[in-house]
C-alpha cells in the first residue's frame, strides 16, 4: 500500500477482515478497490463490520448481494464467490473442488484453503452472494416520481403479501356479514322461525371477534412494512442531498431545502397509507359489484351511476383544487425559509434592534399562508359535501326502487338490507375518495418539489474515477474560465497557474477577483467552465474527489462547528485520531492552551456552530481540524482574519512548521500574513496581476505595493490607489 502524508494510511491501525475481502472481491470482478476509501465512504472506524456494512459497501463499488442459507453440500452447487463470518474474521470462497474449499482469508490477507469436512464444524448458516450490478444508464435520470418508490416496494414485498393476504380475508368478512343478516331477517324475522337463530347468532358473534384481529394485525403488519420504507426512503433522500455538488446549495436558501425535504413525510404517508389501503379497497369493488347485481339489477345501475357521478364531480373540481394545493405549499416553503434565515441571523436581528420589524414581515407572510391554506381547505369542505349529496340521493334512489322490489315479490326484506350492506362496500371507498384525491393533489405537489433535489445529478465520485495512491501537492490550473452562472461574468478568465509540491503560496486581490474559486476548483467543488485544474498531473475531471478532499485540509474565514466537543470537531475527518495526534494538531493551531483552560478541556461542548467559543477560539479549532489529517494540500481561506493579532502571531510562528512537507496556499487580505509565501499571486478581474516574492512585489510599486503601503500606514496618494 503506497505511503503518503495521510493519516487514513498508518498501517498500525489495520483495517477489518471485511475490507480485505472487498478487496479481493473486487479482483475478482475486475473492479479497483481501494481499501481506505471502502473505509472512508463506510464511515465505520471503531466498530466490526457485519454482513449489512459488507452489503452497503459492496453496493458502493458496483456489486449486488443477497444472503442466503447454505448447507456445506451445497457450495459445490452455490454460485462463487460467497462470502461469510467464520470465527472472528470473514473469508471469501472462491473455488470449491473434491471436497476441499479455496479462497482467501480476510485477517492474514492471503489465500487460504480448507476441507470442507473440518469447515462443516464452524460452518456459518448465512452467506453473502455478490453478482455485478446491473448498468442502469439512462434510469439513473429518469425524473423523480412515483416510480421511484417500486424498488423499495419490491424490497418489502412479503411485508406487502401479508398484508393482502390479511386484507383478503377482512374482505371475506364483508362479504359474509350482510348474508348472515340477510338470513336472520328472511328465515327468523319474515318467517319467524327460531330453529335457525342460534347459528346465525354464533356465527355473528365470530365475525364480531374476528373483524376486529384481523384490522388489527392488517394494520400492524402495515406499520411495520411503511416504518421499514420510511426509513429507507429516508436515508436515499439524504445520501443523494449531501452528493448534490456545493453550487446546488449555493443557489438556493437553506429553509427552502429542508422544507422540500419535508414534503417526503408527505408522498411516505400517502403512499404507505391511505393510498394503498384505497388501492385494496378498490380491487374487492368489482367482487361487490358483481353480488350486487346478482341481487337486483335496477338497484346496482343505481349504484354504478352515483359512481359515475363521482367520477364527473372529481374530473370537474381537480384542476382548481390542484392549484389551491400549490399555492398553499409556496406560501409554506417560503415560510420556512424565511424562519430558518432568522434564527440563523438572530444575532445580526438583535444587534441592529429589528425585532419587531421581522415579527411584522412573519405575520404577513403568515397572512398569506393562512389565506391560501382557508382557501384550499374550504375547496374540500365543498368537495366532501358534494360527495356526501350524491351520496344521499343514491341511498334515497335505493331505497324508493328497493321498496318497489319487495313490495312486487322480486327481492326479499333480508335481501334489500343485504344489498345495502354490500352497497356501502362498494361506495365507501369512493366516499374516501374526498379525501384521498385531496392527498394526492398534495403529494403531486411534494413530488415535484422533491423531485428539485433528486433529480439534481449528484457529484460523480467513486466508480469510473482514478484513485491517485499519494498526493504529492503538484497544482497545475490549464486556460481555466469559470463563471457561477452559465449567463453570469466570467469570475476567472484563461487562467493559468503552476504550483509546485512544498511551495507556500499567498494569493491577494480585490474582493470578487476570483481568489476564494481557485481553492474551489483545485477541491473540485467548482467545475470550471473551460480548461483543466491538474494535481500532480491528474485531471481532476476524471479522478475520484473524494480522494483529493481527503487529502486537502482547508480553513476557511468562517469556519463552521458542530454541536459536540472540542475533540470531536477536531477529529471529524478522522475519528480515529489518537490523544496525542489531536495534542499535537491543537499544538499546531496555537489551540491547546485555550482549550486546556475549558471546564472540560478537550471533551467540551461547542455548543450549536460553536457558540460556546470565541470566533478567535473556533478558527483555531478549525486550523487543527485541517491539520489533524496531515493534509498533503492546506487551504487558508481568510483563516487568520477572525484571530487577535497575538494568535495570529502564534499561528504565523507556525507556519513553518505547518507547511513542511506540503503544500499552502494562504488567501488574505492581511499582507502580513503573506511574507514568508515562496509566491504571492495578485488577482484582479479573474486575471493574474503580479506574483513575486513579499520583497519582489513592494519594489514593482504594483498592486500589492499600493495595498502594503495602506495597510503599514505608510503615505500613498489617493490618485496611486486608483
Given amino acids: 500500500m503506497a505511503e503518503d502524508n495521510g493519516k487514513l494510511n498508518d498501517n498500525t491501525q489495520p483495517l477489518d477482515s471485511a475490507i480485505y475481502c472487498l478487496v479481493q472481491l473486487g479482483k475478482l470482478f475486475d473492479i479497483a478497490v481501494d481499501p481506505l476509501q471502502v473505509v472512508h465512504r463506510h464511515g465505520k472506524y471503531h466498530t466490526v463490520y457485519e454482513a449489512l456494512d459488507v452489503a452497503r459497501c459492496a453496493q458502493r463499488l458496483g456489486l449486488r448481494t443477497q444472503q442466503v442459507l447454505v448447507k456445506p453440500d451445497r457450495i459445490e452447487l452455490t454460485p462463487l464467490p460467497v462470502m461469510a463470518k467464520i470465527g472472528d474474521s470473514f473469508y471469501v470462497i472462491e473455488q470449491c473442488e473434491d471436497g476441499v474449499v479455496y479462497g482467501f482469508c480476510g485477517k492474514t490477507q492471503q489465500s487460504w484453503h480448507q476441507s470442507l469436512d473440518e469447515l462443516k464444524r464452524d460452518w456459518p448458516e448465512e452467506w453473502i452472494l455478490f453478482s455485478r450490478q446491473e448498468e442502469t444508464g439512462n434510469n439513473q435520470q429518469k425524473p423523480f416520481g412515483y416510480s421511484w418508490f417500486i424498488p423499495s416496494i419490491k424490497k418489502f414485498w412479503p411485508q406487502f403479501r401479508n398484508v393482502i393476504f390479511v386484507s383478503l380475508f377482512i374482505q371475506l368478512f364483508a362479504i359474509v356479514t350482510p348474508l348472515l343478516f ?171 434592534a429589528t425585532e419587531q420589524q421581522f415579527c411584522r414581515h412573519w405575520e404577513d407572510k403568515l397572512s398569506a399562508y393562512v389565506k391560501t391554506s382557508f382557501k384550499a381547505a374550504t375547496l374540500g369542505i365543498w368537495a366532501g359535501q358534494g360527495i356526501g349529496l350524491i351520496q344521499k340521493i343514491t341511498a334515497a334512489l335505493t331505497l324508493w326502487f328497493g321498496v318497489d322490489l319487495v313490495m312486487t315479490g322480486d327481492l326479499s326484506v333480508g335481501g334489500l338490507v343485504a344489498f345495502n350492506m354490500l352497497a356501502g362496500h362498494v361506495t365507501m371507498p369512493i366516499l374516501r375518495l374526498a379525501q384521498i384525491w385531496q392527498d394526492f393533489q398534495q403529494t403531486g405537489v411534494s413530488l415535484r418539489r422533491v423531485g428539485d433535489i433528486l433529480n439534481a445529478p449528484v457529484e460523480a465520485v467513486g466508480s469510473g474515477k482514478s484513485t491517485p495512491p499519494a498526493i504529492k501537492g503538484d497544482i497545475e490550473l490549464r486556460k481555466v474560465t469559470f463563471r457561477y452562472q452559465d449567463n453570469g461574468p466570467e469570475v476567472l478568465r484563461r487562467l493559468d497557474l503552476s504550483i509546485n509540491a512544498g511551495e507556500m503560496i499567498g494569493i491577494t486581490g480585490l474582493s470578487g477577483s476570483g481568489k476564494s474559486t481557485i481553492t474551489k476548483l483545485v477541491q473540485r467543488l467548482y467545475v470550471p467552465e473551460s480548461g483543466q485544474v491538474l494535481i500532480d498531473g491528474m485531471d481532476l475531471a476524471v479522478t475520484d474527489p473524494v480522494v483529493i478532499r481527503q487529502k486537502t485540509g482547508v480553513v476557511l474565514q468562517e469556519s463552521f462547528l458542530f454541536n459536540g466537543s472540542v475533540k470531536d470537531n477536531i477529529t471529524l475527518a478522522y475519528p480515529e485520531a489518537t490523544e496525542e495526534e489531536v495534542i499535537h494538531a491543537a499544538k499546531l493551531a496555537g489551540a491547546h492552551d485555550f482549550i486546556m483552560q475549558l471546564a472540560q478541556g478537550y471533551e467540551t461542548p461547542v455548543g450549536e456552530r460553536g457558540g460556546s467559543l470565541s470566533g478567535g477560539q473556533r478558527q483555531r479549532i478549525a486550523i487543527a481540524r485541517a491539520l489533524i489529517t496531515n493534509p498533503s494540500i492546506l487551504i487558508f481561506d481568510e483563516a487568520t482574519s477572525a484571530l487577535d493579532y497575538e494568535s495570529e502571531s502564534v499561528i504565523l510562528a507556525q507556519l513553518p512548521e505547518i507547511a513542511k512537507g506540503r503544500t499552502l496556499i494562504m488567501i488574505a487580505h492581511r499582507l502580513n500574513t503573506l511574507q514568508q509565501c515562496d509566491n504571492i499571486i495578485v488577482l484582479e478581474k479573474g486575471q493574474i496581476l503580479e506574483q513575486g516574492l513579499h520583497q519582489q512585489l513592494i519594489d514593482l510599486e504594483g498592486r500589492y505595493s499600493q495595498l502594503w503601503k495602506l495597510q503599514t500606514g505608510k503615505s500613498i496618494s489617493l490618485a496611486e490607489t486608483l
Wanted: with cysteine; glycine share 4%.
Fill in 182 to 352: 340477510q338470513g336472520v331477517i328472511d328465515k327468523v324475522l319474515v318467517s319467524r322461525s327460531l330453529a335457525s337463530l342460534e347459528v346465525f347468532a354464533f356465527a355473528i358473534l365470530v365475525l364480531a371477534v374476528f373483524d376486529p384481529l384481523f384490522g388489527l394485525l392488517r394494520s400492524w403488519l402495515f406499520s411495520h412494512a411503511a416504518s421499514r420504507i420510511n426509513s429507507e426512503l429516508s436515508s436515499r433522500l439524504y445520501q443523494h442531498l449531501l452528493g448534490l455538488p456545493l453550487n446546488y446549495f449555493k443557489q438556493r436558501q437553506t429553509g427552502e431545502i429542508i422544507a422540500r425535504v419535508r414534503e417526503m413525510d408527505q408522498i411516505r404517508s400517502f403512499l404507505t397509507g391511505s393510498a394503498l389501503t384505497f388501492v385494496l379497497d378498490l380491487f374487492f369493488i368489482g367482487i361487490f359489484l358483481a353480488l350486487l347485481f346478482s341481487y337486483a339489477y335496477l338497484l346496482a345501475w343505481i349504484v354504478v351511476g352515483s359512481l359515475v357521478l363521482y367520477s364527473l364531480f372529481w374530473l370537474c373540481i381537480t384542476p382548481v383544487m390542484r392549484d389551491r394545493v400549490q399555492r398553499t405549499f409556496e406560501k409554506n416553503a417560503t415560510n420556512t425559509a424565511f424562519l430558518t434565515e432568522a434564527v440563523t441571523g438572530i444575532e445580526t436581528i438583535k444587534t441592529s
